[in-house]
């Protein structure tokens, strides 16, 4: 007599469509980088704490570990999710136009929450290496560079007035930008920072 055999047993959940959307993890990822990336704004580096973090966020802090060594780890990721990193610059062959595109497009970026974020890092990098060396890697360091290359550029081309020291020149390009920040305010408004520019620029370059 031939054996008979059992239908095979449907298992749990079998056939049914997958749940679309983000992972579940992806999801607590982003709430935690948005929950730290308020606390860094509102309360500073220096008082930013995992605890806190994982409350804002709803979450537990094994959760945030799982992602993130410690604080500083967590406060350079929060800060560099809410600002695009990359620099994608094209040059004219007028050093003025190009120092006037850049200085504009970073105050884009670092106005409001993201440029409080920026202040309180650059304050959490006096007692955190990790956090001095991640900004200067990620942001200061390849925005010099591209600043020093340009200058020297123009200063080669004869776009410079004569005696314009190229680092002292840059320092006054610059501090309208970053200088308001380490002092607790916001950037200014693009147009009264494009007037600081114009400004400096009279001083620096040669008429087109």
Do not use: C
């Amino acid at each position: 007599m031939a054996e008979t055999k059992e239908p095979a047993k449907e298992r749990p959940g079998a056939g049914r469509p997958r749940a679309r959307g983000r992972p579940r993890s992806e999801q607590s990822r982003e709430a935690i980088l948005l929950a730290a990336l308020k606390l860094l704004v509102r309360d500073g580096y220096e008082n930013l704490t995992i605890e806190g973090v994982a409350r804002e966020a709803g979450t537990g802090k094994s959760t945030i570990y799982r992602w993130w060594k410690g604080r500083s780890d967590l406060a350079v990721d929060a800060f560099f999710s809410a600002i695009d990193e990359t620099l994608d610059l094209h040059e004219t062959g007028r050093a003025e136009t190009d120092f006037r595109a850049q200085i504009a497009g970073m105050a884009a970026q670092l106005r409001g929450p993201a440029g409080r974020a920026f202040a309180a890092m650059l304050a959490g990098g006096r007692d955190s290496p990790s956090v001095a060396a991640a900004v200067r890697k990620r942001w200061l360091d390849p925005r010099r560079d591209w600043a020093r290359m340009r200058m020297a550029r123009a200063a080669e081309a004869g776009q410079l007035q004569e005696g314009v020291e190229p680092r002292a020149a840059l320092a006054l390009l610059y501090s309208p930008l970053y200088s308001p920040l380490l002092f607790g305010n916001d950037i200014p408004s693009a147009k009264d920072l494009d007037a600081a520019f114009s400004l400096a620029a009279r001083a620096i370059f040669k008429p087109s």
